[in-house]
C-alpha cells in the first residue's frame, strides 16, 4: 500500500494537532495548573524549611508593634527588643530585570534594643511568646544615640 507524500504530511500534523489539544484539554479538564517552577535551580533546603520565618509575611507581625522580642548576648542573657515598625518595601519603577522574574514580597522589620546585641554574628534566635523562636539577620542601623536593629525579609511568591 502506497502512501503519498501529502496524504503523510497532513495526517502527522494532525495528529500532532490533536495531541496538543487533548493535553490542554486535559488539564483544564482535571483542575490541574501545571507545576511552577522556581527560576534558581536550587530548592529551598530542608533546614531551612523548619525556620517558621520563611512562612510569616508583613501581617504576621503587624499586630506585635510595640511588643517585645527576645534576643540573647553572647552569655545567653536576655535582650528585650521591642518592635518599632513594619515597612513594606516596594521595588521602583526603575528596577531593571534581564530575563524573566518573580513576584516577591519584602518588608522591613525595625527594633528598639535594651542593650547592644553581640557584634560577633548578624544571624541572631529570636524568640516571641506567640510567634515561637526564629532566626533573623539583624544590621544595626540609625546614630549612636538609639540601638535600632533592622530586618529585612523578602519572599519569593
Known amino acids: ?3 503519498s507524500r501529502r496524504k503523510f504530511i497532513k495526517s ?3 495528529t500532532a494537532l490533536s495531541a496538543g ?3 490542554t484539554v486535559a488539564e483544564s479538564a482535571f483542575g490541574q ?4 517552577r522556581p527560576l534558581s535551580k536550587f530548592d529551598v533546603p530542608y533546614e531551612a524549611q523548619q525556620n517558621p520565618i520563611l512562612y510569616y509575611d508583613r ?3 503587624e499586630p506585635y508593634i510595640g511588643g517585645t522580642f527576645i534576643g540573647r548576648d553572647s552569655r545567653g542573657r ?17 528596577t531593571m530585570t534581564k530575563g524573566m522574574s518573580r513576584e516577591t514580597e519584602s518588608f522591613t522589620l525595625t527594633f528598639n534594643a535594651s542593650t547592644a546585641l553581640p557584634e ?3 544571624i541572631h534566635v529570636i524568640e516571641h511568646p506567640v510567634l515561637g523562636k526564629f532566626d533573623l ?3 544595626r542601623t540609625g546614630d549612636d544615640s538609639q540601638l535600632l536593629y533592622q530586618a529585612v525579609i523578602t519572599h519569593l511568591l
Open 1 to 3: 500500500m502506497s502512501v
Open 12 to 14: 502527522g500534523a494532525l
Open 21 to 23: 489539544v487533548i493535553f
Open 33 to 36: 495548573k501545571p507545576a511552577r
Open 59 to 61: 501581617a504576621t507581625f
Open 78 to 94: 536576655a535582650i528585650e527588643l521591642e518592635l518599632l515598625r513594619v515597612t513594606e518595601n516596594k521595588p521602583t519603577s526603575r
Open 120 to 122: 560577633f554574628t548578624s
Open 137 to 139: 539577620f539583624l544590621q
